[in-house]
């Protein structure tokens, strides 16, 4: 079992599901309210219809792509999560590793479990900062000279969390950071031995990038207006990404404000459970903003078909978030690595169904369900 039972992200979750405490894993996979978003999103990439060629030579077939002037080997990377280890110790240098050895950009968030520094340097520069809006914008802007003496050249600004979502299945099991240990999380840990072991043996999973404080993941970031926007502009010589964008109106807005790409993402439905299936708001934004603008994608990607699927509706480069955790929960490093070749061969053969050699002129090949 373990890493050589995961042939699918399903795989992955269903064995995660069953090794994780409950209140990690509902911490992991909830999202906000009673997850209509996130299960729309869904149904909205599995009712995107991609249309097979026959007869064209596809024998060889070149998954990378260039994402800011890198190379990437495949087409997808790792979207910024926070409190990576507490799917199992070291998660965050594990994705740092294969960030490294895939060149794709590996996201750090505001609340990693490894700091900042020292993401960046096992991941050999492959590592965007993700950062999030706090308290009045100062302790950001520190944070955001701090990302930039680290070597970070590509800044990933969150701004779809004015106010965290409230996500009941978290809620229901007393989650909070740093752990707040009671009776029902202590029976929780017991029945799950080999995390709680493996997690008292290498120390209980931090927000390294604030180990003296500082940091309140549930405070109001309700506060940041465009005028943030602008002094980060300003502040940060690099790229700079905006990430949570799902309104056409703002992306055009972004857009003349000078940022260098938007990430599409609903934020795995954790924040709006009313919120738009971000997969169609990514063809609209396309369509808005012209064929050269960087858009990238993240939300509800389960498999290398749905990778495609992003792709073909206009994301020039994709993120996975939850399905690598699930990986590392289940299996390790290992399991890590073989989820991310599951993913880069289904890329790949629906490649070959479609009649195409490159990621490049996708558009073509997809079309909604009737």
Known sequence: MGADAIHSAEDARRLARRRLPWMVFDYIDGAAGEEHGEALNRAALRDLRLKP???CN????????????HAARVPFGITPMGMCNLSTPGADLMLARLAARDRVPLGVSTVASTPLEQMI????GHAWFQLYFSGDGSGTMALVERARA???????????????????????????MPFKIGPRQFVDFALHPRWSLGTLLHGK??????????????????????SYLDRLRAAWPGKLVIKGVLDVEDS??????????????????RQLDGAPEPILMLAEMRAALGPEFPLFFDSGLRSGEDIVKAHAMGANFAFLGRPLLFAMAAGGERGLHRLWEVMTEEVSLTLAQLGRKSMSGLQECVRRAA
């Open 121 to 124: 340097e096992v991941a050999e």
């Open 58 to 69: 596809v024998a060889k077939r070149d998954l990378s792509l260039n994402v800011f002037g």
């Open 205 to 226: 999973p931090e927000m390294a990038n604030f180990r003296q404080g500082g940091f309140d993941r549930t405070a109001s970031r309700a506060a940041a207006d465009w």
């Open 53 to 55: 060629r026959v007869l």
């Open 252 to 269: 055009v807005r972004l857009c003349a404000a000078g940022v260098d790409a938007i990430q599409v993402s609903s934020h795995g439905g």
């Open 150 to 176: 680290a070597g970070y050249q590509t800044l990933v600004v969150t701004l779809d969390v004015p106010e965290v979502g409230r996500r009941p299945r978290e809620l229901r099991h007393g989650f909070k």
